[in-house]
């Protein structure tokens, strides 16, 4: 292999490393001492970022997703289909990014619109 090119350690593993990342950040609870491709064993080869058209797909199905919850009163049984459709296009972990995203925002609006009311317990303590 050249310099720039990948690196797989013989479990298939993609090291990073080769690529000029910066070894001690991905290493984290392994240590400084910990061979790379055991610290990095937990990157299988299918975790590569996502391409631009692939990115672009993830984030249409989303909006799809998110349009439909939002004509459908967050009614997520109206919405199965693109939810499946949301689901397949983009990465997992992406995904739990998204769902906690649009909790958050549709928190912030009625927070701001003062629509926002505190539990009980909330308002006790």
């Known amino acids: 292999t050249g310099p720039g090119d990948p690196l797989l350690s013989p479990s298939g593993v993609f090291l990073l490393c ?10 984290g609870d392994f240590g400084p001492h910990t061979p790379v491709s055991t610290a990095l064993s937990f990157i299988p080869l299918g975790m590569a970022a996502p391409s ?3 990115r672009q797909v993830c984030w249409g199905a989303r909006d799809e ?10 009614d997520a049984s109206q919405c199965k289909k693109l939810r ?5 296009s983009c990465p997992q972990q992406w995904i739990k990014y998204f769902d906690k995203r649009r909790d958050y925002l549709k928190f912030k609006e009625k927070f701001e619109a003062g629509e926002f009311q505190p539990s009980k317990t909330t308002a006790k303590s």
Do not use: I, Q, V
């Open 65 to 74: 997703y998110w349009k439909c919850l939002d004509e459908n009163t967050d």
């Open 18 to 27: 080769k690529m000029g990342w910066h070894c001690s950040r991905l290493l």
């Open 84 to 88: 499946s459709s949301f689901e397949s």
């Open 52 to 54: 631009m058209k692939e």
